[in-house]
């Protein structure tokens, strides 16, 4: 296809013609949140503006549009990742909210004294305390693949934690630190020979992976959607509909019952099952209108773009003297995580900031990984496709005025 016009799409996003401290915004924190094209927000707007209405509930015409709208966005997603059907699709408050949703049910239906969850070195804080939370409330056992200092997974390890005890595996597609691209087709593919489920963390790879998850088959994907240009709140769980039907509901109320009596409530079907309450209505209709512009401006397209950009900014960030990446591995993708001599991560952050550049700085909610590296936090530049080299540029020549400034 033809490459992106990328200063045309950049005239999509309004926040990108700001400035910051008086500079021209140079936004490379995508891995924390990307920013919204104005369909997004024109389709958030939308709904308040002409058919605010609550969904399944009222038979009158404008919660007719809702339910239409809201149950089309359900469609909308499960098309973008190949579901083979609408209700394996649960939206959710975000990636924190699915994979507390799917810890908590294992604990309660499936995970007993003795056994065993594994996750991995790199797992975001968000898939490590809630199977923590997990494993306390039923004796069962955390086990952690490492990595090695590349920032990838160690397979041979991982392949040597799957016993018979094992009762899920959850790890990341992509390290939101290093940018790591985990091998999750061979992860799957080990974990199922043996029958057990997998649990995906896909916040860093749905916006830059094409995922297809009957081709790819993890039994339960989680993402957020304001980190693939929707809006904040909206996420989505997918699962299999074996699992989502042997799994009990994570929260009751309105919507998730058929019907309820003191003396006992029947579960509604998926997946309404697992959507207790008043959903974030407006946010799932933007965030379908999100991947509606995905598709549309070329999602291939995007990711060679992506590719490229990834690939210059690695070449001119390793021209810094002084710089160390944190996690180097040969598939990465989004993230690029860094040190420059002893400088610290907050200092350099600050400097950048002040020249318009906003990267973040920390320890990225992984800390065993910064505890593995032996360090406090690193820098982190991530990108979106609306990114230019000329950013790139602007951000080496950043990092060199901070360690002139700072060394
Ligand atoms: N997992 C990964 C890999 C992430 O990058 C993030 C967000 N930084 C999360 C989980 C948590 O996502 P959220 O805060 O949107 O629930």
Redesign the pocket.
Request: proline share 0%; charged share 15%; hydrophobic share 15%.
């Given at each position: 296809p033809a490459a992106l016009d990328v200063m045309q799409i950049r005239k999509d996003f309004p926040i990108l013609q700001q400035k910051v401290h008086g500079k021209q915004l140079v936004y490379l924190d995508n891995?924390?949140t990307t920013q919204k094209p104005q369909v997004v927000i024109d389709a958030e707007a939308n709904y308040y503006r002409t058919y605010n209405s609550n969904v399944h509930r009222g038979v009158h015409q404008l919660s007719q549009i809702a339910t239409d709208a809201y149950e089309k966005a359900r469609h909308r997603v499960a098309a973008y990742i190949n579901a083979a059907h609408a209700h394996e699709v649960i939206f959710t408050k975000?990636?924190?909210?699915g994979i507390n949703l799917v810890a908590n049910a294992m604990a309660r239906r499936v995970l007993k004294a003795g056994d065993t969850v594994i996750i991995s070195a790199m797992e975001?804080h968000?898939?490590i305390v809630p199977w923590q939370m997990a494993c306390e409330d039923t004796g069962a056992t955390l086990k952690v693949i490492p990595i090695n200092e590349r920032g990838e997974l160690e397979m041979e390890a991982y392949e040597a934690l799957l016993d018979e005890t094992v009762k899920i595996v959850a790890v990341?597609y992509?390290?939101?630190t290093m940018g790591t691209i985990n091998p999750v087709a061979d992860i799957i593919a080990l974990a199922h020979a043996r029958n057990i489920p997998v649990l995906l963390?896909a916040?860093?790879a749905i916006q830059h992976i094409r995922i297809d998850v009957q081709a790819l088959q993890p039994d339960f994907l989680v993402f957020?959607g304001?980190?693939i240009y929707g809006p904040t709140g909206t996420?989505v769980l997918y699962g299999t509909t074996e699992w989502l039907n042997k799994l009990p509901p994570y929260q009751g109320g309105g919507d998730m019952i058929k019907t309820v009596t003191f003396a006992k409530t029947i579960y509604n079907e998926l997946p309404y099952k697992f959507e207790a309450g008043t959903p974030n209505i407006a946010g799932c209709i933007a965030l379908a209108t999100g991947i509606d512009y995905l598709e549309k401006t070329g999602f291939e397209k995007i990711r060679q773009w992506e590719e490229e950009l990834m690939t210059y900014a690695l070449q001119s960030l390793r021209e810094i003297e002084g710089i160390r990446f944190i996690g180097d591995a040969a598939a990465r993708s989004g993230a690029i995580s860094f040190l420059v001599h002893d400088i610290h991560p907050f200092d350099m952050g600050e400097i950048l900031d002040q020249q318009g550049i906003a990267v973040r700085t920390g320890h990225h909610?992984t800390e065993p990984l910064m505890d593995w590296f032996r360090i406090p936090g690193t820098v982190r530049a991530s990108l979106s496709f609306y990114n230019t080299q000329e950013e790139i540029d602007k951000l080496v020549a950043g990092i060199k005025k901070a360690a002139s400034m700072l060394l």
């Open positions: 891995g924390a975000g990636t924190t909210d975001h968000s898939n990341t992509v390290s939101n963390d916040a860093q957020s304001h980190k996420g909610c």
